[in-house]
């Protein structure tokens, strides 16, 4: 089978080092399912490891993934033959750049019956970060009764995490309120479902006075934590909660948490799969998912879709996310391959 891979971690300005070859398909084990992929999507974190060393060469990247059930493992409990699903990878198989892919079916859900392969593969990675800082983190109910009059602020509304963060947001009752700098990244995060956009680069206290808005109940940051880390404190609720899925770059002054009796807390999604903690969850999480779209509750975010899995296209899907002009998610159509 087709597999896309490098040999050793590099910079885009040193060209396109991704290349082809041969791979033998693999086998399931144990509760493993073996998948056809039909669509894979192309995320910040994969640019990122991409600049990080190579343990084992070719390594091949990728996260998301859509596509069919091929053959199933011995103890594999959850799918059929035929099935088709999706699922945000793991670092413990090869990824998603390839014709043929093993996962653990604890990680893997039903794709969602009426949207495409593509559609499907933009979804499960940011879904699930934000299902986990949603639930897990945050703590917010299941019934959105009861989080009616509770805000949330998700900085970087019309990013991939922030697009779906938005709508599982709305959907469960928040009031959410979102960042953006453009008309068309403002356009696209109203549609996602954020009550209000607020324009990142003017001063946000003074908009969000303009809307009667002192404190959030809850802050979620997706972009730059250290640019954020003092205003997010300033505009968080005593005893609110902050929660951020990117890395400090700078040192940072604790003790401001103090004053309000905040929580700061940095989430890793792949962090329960790392350390074996209840991994089914995200299963449980996915099936939600998939019954969200296929209610029309939540929508698919991919806004580009590229058709077939090469070197060039790789390497033009990671230029395109290092470019930071990206709204909504990017997707590699493989249905011909």
């Not at 469960?172 to 324009?199: C, F, P």
């Amino acid at each position: 089978m087709k597999a896309i891979g490098a040999d050793r971690s590099f910079e885009l300005s040193e060209g396109n080092l991704f290349y082809e070859f041969d791979k033998e398909v693999p086998t399931p084990k144990g509760n493993e399912i073996l998948v056809k992929v039909k669509a894979i999507s192309v995320n910040p974190v994969d640019t990122k490891i991409r600049q990080s060393p190579v343990d084992k060469a070719p390594r091949i990247l990728g996260y998301d993934a859509a596509g069919v059930v091929e053959a199933v493992g011995p103890k594999s409990e959850l799918f059929n033959i035929g099935d088709e699903v999706f699922y945000s990878g793991s670092s413990f198989y090869d990824g998603s750049n390839e014709q043929y892919q093993v996962m653990d079916e604890r990680l893997v859900g039903k794709k969602p019956d009426n949207v495409s392969y593509s559609e499907a593969a933009s979804l499960p990675l940011t879904a699930l970060t934000a299902y986990e800082v949603l639930f897990d983190v945050f703590g917010i109910s299941s019934n959105p009764d009861n989080n009616k009059g509770k805000s949330i602020l998700i900085i970087n509304g019309a990013g991939g995490v922030g697009s779906i963060a938005t709508q599982i947001a709305k959907v469960y009752g928040l009031h959410v309120v979102t960042t953006a700098g453009r008309q068309e990244t403002k356009e696209w995060s109203e549609s996602m479902g954020a009550d209000i956009v607020l324009n990142y680069k003017e001063d946000l206290k003074d908009q969000l006075a303009d809307h009667q808005i002192q404190y959030f109940d809850y802050i979620f940051c997706t972009h730059d934590t250290d640019e954020y880390y003092e205003l997010m404190i300033d505009l968080i609720k005593p005893r609110g909660h902050i929660t951020t899925i990117v890395a400090f770059k700078e040192k940072q002054d604790l003790n401001l948490l103090k004053g309000k009796s905040l929580t700061f807390t940095h989430d890793y999604m792949f962090g329960r799969l790392d350390y074996g903690v209840d991994e089914i969850q995200y299963h449980r999480y996915l099936t939600d998912l998939s019954q969200k779209v296929e209610a029309d509750s939540y929508q698919p975010t991919m806004t580009k879709e590229v058709k077939g899995l090469t070197p060039e296209t790789l390497f033009e899907a990671h230029q395109l996310l290092e470019s930071q002009s990206m709204i909504g998610k990017l997707v590699i159509n493989m249905e011909n391959e």
